[in-house]
Each structure stands twice: as structure tokens, then as C-alpha cells.
């Protein structure tokens, strides 16, 4: 059984996105220092990655521009992420879904986006070879052919090969570079 949140403390054998004592020790270091841990998730979401330090400044460029959220809405965010359960909306959901995972994702296992497939018929699930949990940042091109495709009503799979249950595709941008573009 896969569970789409951040931890689980609760519920045995529930694929989790982060483990629950880094999930704990992460929202500690927010209370304590929000610049601090932000930076720290910043570093977490590249991590990994083929493009690591170019994607990682191309994340503190954006946050330099949109500024730094206040500690206190990071906590809610932490508090929502800890403790929402999407398996059962997930599953009802009835449009074409697409699930995007990096290979290297140290947040979300790549499991988590396969898990959503089996769950939902109507959800497309992908990982992308190289990248961590901002492919679209470090493989822009290839998420840009999989939004491209789901938008123009045909199923990724069409384009890119079918997939069976349990079976997610994984696939890699040659030479992916960022627009630039915050």
C-alpha cells in the first residue's frame, strides 16, 4: 500500500515521501531558523540531480525574486504535508493525471508516482533518469513533452510507450538547460 504525504507515523507499510524522523527533524530546523531550512530545501529538492548546482541556484535566483515566505506559513505547509492523506482523492480523481518523479528524488520516491498509477487508471506516471524532485527545472524539455502531450488530450504513453501497472518509464533530457526564466 502507497500513500501520497510527507510521513507517516501512523500507518504501517505507507510509502512515505520523507521519513518521518527527517520530516520531524526538518520542521524543527524551520522553528528554529526558516532561512536556514528553506535553504536547506532547496538543497534537498536538487539533491541528486545530474544538474545539481545549476539547478540548485536557479532555485535561490527564484526565491530571490518571490522572497522568503514567513516561518509561519512554512510550519502550516509542514503541518498540512504531515498530515494529509490524498490516497483515497488521488484514486477518484477522474481526469487524465500525470506523474512526474525524478530518479534520484530524495522527498518523493519514484515509487510514490508508480503507486498513483495502480491506484488510478486514468494517471500516467513517469520517472525522469538523472533528475531529483524538480525535473522540470533540471529536464524542462522532456516535462514539457508530457504536459505538451496530456494538453493536447492524447496520453504521454501514446508518444513515449506504453506502460503496464507498476511499470514507469523513465526517460532523460540530452543536454537540458534552464530558460533562465524565474
Not at 515566505?69 to 512554512?74: G, K, Q
Not at 496530456?150 to 526517460?171: C, D, I, K, S
Request: charge should be positive; hydrophobic fraction near 40%.
Amino acid at each position: 500500500e502507497s500513500g501520497f504525504t510527507s510521513r507517516d507515523t501512523s500507518l504501517k507499510g505507507w510509502l512515505t515521501a520523507m521519513p518521518p524522523v527527517q520530516f520531524e527533524t526538518f520542521s524543527d530546523a524551520t522553528r528554529q531558523n526558516a532561512d536556514v531550512a528553506l535553504k536547506m530545501f532547496m538543497t534537498l529538492q536538487c539533491k541528486g540531480s545530474v544538474s545539481m548546482k545549476s539547478d540548485l541556484r536557479f532555485l535561490q535566483a527564484a526565491s530571490g525574486k518571490c522572497g522568503i515566505p514567513h516561518a509561519a506559513t512554512l510550519l502550516s505547509t509542514l503541518d498540512l504535508l504531515g498530515t494529509s492523506d490524498l490516497r483515497e482523492a488521488a484514486a477518484q480523481l477522474d481526469i487524465p493525471v500525470l506523474a512526474i518523479t525524478g530518479e534520484h528524488d530524495v522527498l518523493v520516491p519514484a515509487g510514490v508516482a508508480a503507486a498513483l498509477g495502480a491506484r488510478n487508471p486514468r494517471c500516467t506516471a513517469h520517472v525522469v533518469t538523472g533528475a531529483a524532485h524538480v525535473p522540470f527545472i533540471s529536464h524542462p524539455g522532456h516535462c514539457r513533452d508530457l504536459c505538451r502531450a496530456l494538453a493536447q488530450g492524447r496520453a504521454a504513453t501514446e508518444r513515449l510507450g506504453r506502460r503496464t501497472p507498476g511499470q514507469v518509464p523513465r526517460h532523460a533530457d540530452a543536454g537540458a538547460q534552464h530558460s533562465g526564466a524565474v
